[in-house]
C-alpha cells in the first residue's frame, strides 16, 4: 500500500491516519506483476468532537504504525495528540514519542522541558514513578540558568510524591523550595 503522502503499509486491511484533509492517490501493489491499483480519496475535515472509540483507535493506529519514519513535524503532531487525547491507552507511545523527541538535536529549552514532563506523566501512569523522578534528577542541569523551566520540572515531580506516592510531606518541601 501507498497511502499518497509518504508513508506505506502491508496486509490486506491496514489502517491509516492522514493529518490534513486533502486529495490523496491510494495504491496497492501486488506481487502478480499487475499494475498498481490506483484510487483517488478525499480527506475531509473532522465534521466535530471525535468519540473516545475514535480517539482509541487512532492512538493504536499510532502505535502500530512505524511512525519514527515520518518527519519531525508529523511526530510533533502525533506528540500533541496524545497529550490531548485522554485515553488511557496512550501512555506507553507518549512515552516512547517523546524519549524518541528528546533526541532531536536543536531543540528549545522550552520545548525539552514539555517532552520531560509529558514523559514523566506517561512513566509515573505506567507505574514507573522512580523513572521519573529520575528523569528530573538527571535533566536538573541543563534548567539550572532557566528557572522557571526548573520550576516546571520540580512541580511534576512534586506532583508524583503527592499524587502517586501519597506523600504530602515530600511534596510540600518541594512546593516550599519553589
Same mark, same amino acid.
Given at each position: ?80 495528540? =496524545?497529550?490531548?487525547? !485522554? /485515553? ?8 516512547? #514519542?517523546? *524519549?524518541?523527541? $528528546? ?29 521519573? =523522578?529520575?528523569?528530573? !534528577? /538527571? ?8 528557572? #522557571?523551566? *526548573?520550576?516546571? $520540572? ?25
Amino acid at each position: 500500500w501507498d497511502f499518497g503522502n509518504g508513508m506505506t503499509g502491508a496486509g490486506r486491511s491496514p489502517t491509516h491516519i492522514y493529518f490534513k484533509e486533502n486529495d490523496y492517490i491510494v495504491s496497492l501493489t501486488t506481487g502478480a506483476g499487475l499494475p498498481p491499483f490506483k484510487r483517488r480519496v478525499r480527506i475531509w475535515p473532522e465534521p466535530g468532537d471525535a468519540s473516545p472509540l475514535s480517539l482509541e483507535a487512532a492512538v493504536n493506529t499510532f502505535a502500530a504504525m512505524d511512525w519514527k519514519k515520518l518527519d519531525s513535524a508529523r511526530i510533533c503532531e502525533i506528540f500533541t495528540f =496524545l497529550t490531548i487525547c !485522554e /485515553q488511557p491507552n496512550r501512555w506507553p507511545l507518549l512515552d516512547v #514519542v517523546a *524519549q524518541h523527541l $528528546l533526541t532531536q538535536k536543536e531543540i528549545d529549552l522550552e520545548t525539552r522541558a514539555q517532552y520531560l514532563t509529558a514523559r514523566m506523566d506517561a512513566l509515573t501512569q505506567q507505574g514507573k514513578a522512580a523513572e521519573a =523522578l529520575k528523569l528530573v !534528577e /538527571q535533566s536538573a542541569a541543563d534548567f539550572a540558568k532557566t528557572p #522557571v523551566l *526548573q520550576i516546571r $520540572l520540580q512541580l511534576s515531580a512534586a506532583l508524583i510524591h503527592q499524587y502517586h506516592y501519597k506523600d504530602a510531606a515530600t511534596a510540600s518541601k518541594i512546593y516550599k523550595a519553589i
